[in-house]
């Protein structure tokens, strides 16, 4: 039997725990624990590709170069995008290699520094949204948008963080790599949405600042590989309307029609479920038969039987 192809999109609880400094010693001893669940479904005969995200990693580094500002030279954000797939993919790499090794799985991990073009005309650019780097308080964030120019909103009743343009991705610069090495390895691909870059007239890229949606490149990629599901691992074992409310209702499943009523009426935060939402009808619209499913990571394997999640088909 053919093995199932999977692409798994990594929320930041991941990668970090709530309420945990982004440091890299943090950050490791929680992937050991995540990669746990991956190396497991390498073993029910699935091909993996993972996806995620970088939000509070990428933003200290920028915040990190902008202090040393005047010892050192300042990076430009696409770079600090880069710098952080590189650290996240290693910790994911190291951490995945030792879980597959313990259940006697053979299978290389390995990363790859993926580009992503965008179009440099997206109305994003006009309207930032995608939060980055620590919280603040009220008083913080307002002296910062002073000082540096920059857009500080408040992030889920969790303090203020800055937000940058989140641009749509149109297509995965090392897909053909990718491509190559589905069969055989375990790709750790477009961390934090990809670097983003736009095409010039002669075929160049050019970085650019802002931040893709892991979602929607997962989606993306999903979509350019053929993949049989696309996952989603969030906080919550299940998609809910009404959220949070007293008539919070959780969702076993959805059709892409009830998803895009739903996200009508409100029911889905932007920069939190709401992209998720949009990911998983991206890829289903594109891919019909095929299935989304948005899970927390420990009920991923549960998910995968039918258990537990919410499953979006057309």
């Not at 980055?132 to 920059?150: D, Q, T, V």
């Not at 039987?305 to 979006?312: A, Q, R, V, Y």
């Amino acid at each position: 039997m053919r093995p199932t192809r999977i692409v798994i999109a990594l929320g930041g609880n991941a990668l970090l725990e709530r309420g945990t400094s982004a440091t890299a010693e943090n950050q490791l001893g929680r992937i050991y624990q995540t990669v746990d669940y991956i190396a497991e479904m390498s073993c029910r005969n699935n091909e993996l590709a993972i996806v995620h995200g970088n939000g509070p990693q990428v933003g200290n580094i920028v915040l990190a170069s902008e202090m040393a500002a005047g010892l050192v030279p300042v990076m430009p954000f696409d770079v600090c995008g880069a710098m952080s797939q590189g650290y996240i993919g290693y910790h994911i790499q190291q951490a995945l290699r030792y879980a597959l090794a313990q259940k006697c799985r053979n299978v290389p991990v390995v990363s790859i520094i993926t580009q992503v073009v965008v179009d440099k005309n997206d109305p994003a650019f006009d309207n930032p949204s995608k939060p980055i780097g620590p919280f603040y308080s009220k008083e913080e964030a307002k002296a910062i948008a002073e000082e540096k120019g920059y857009v500080m909103v408040e992030d889920a009743g969790r303090g203020y963080r800055r937000v940058v343009a989140s641009p749509m991705p149109q297509w995965i610069v090392e897909f053909s790599c990718l491509k190559e090495l589905w069969n055989t390895t375990i790709v750790i691909t477009a961390g934090g949405g990809g670097i983003p870059v736009i095409e010039n007239e002669d075929g160049s890229l050019k970085g650019i600042a802002a931040v893709i949606d892991k979602d929607l490149a997962a989606a993306r990629l999903a979509n350019d590989i053929e993949a049989d599901i696309l996952m989603i691992l969030t906080e919550v074992d299940q998609v809910a309307i009404n959220f949070n409310k007293p008539d919070q209702h959780n969702l076993d499943h959805m059709t892409i029609k009830e998803a895009e009523k739903y996200i009508k009426e409100g029911h889905f935060a932007a920069g939190s479920m709401l992209p998720k939402i949009q990911a998983a009808v991206m890829y289903i619209k594109e891919n019909p038969g095929k299935k989304a499913v948005i899970t927390s990571l420990f009920k991923s394997i549960d998910a995968l039987e039918g258990k537990t999640g919410t499953l979006i088909t057309d």
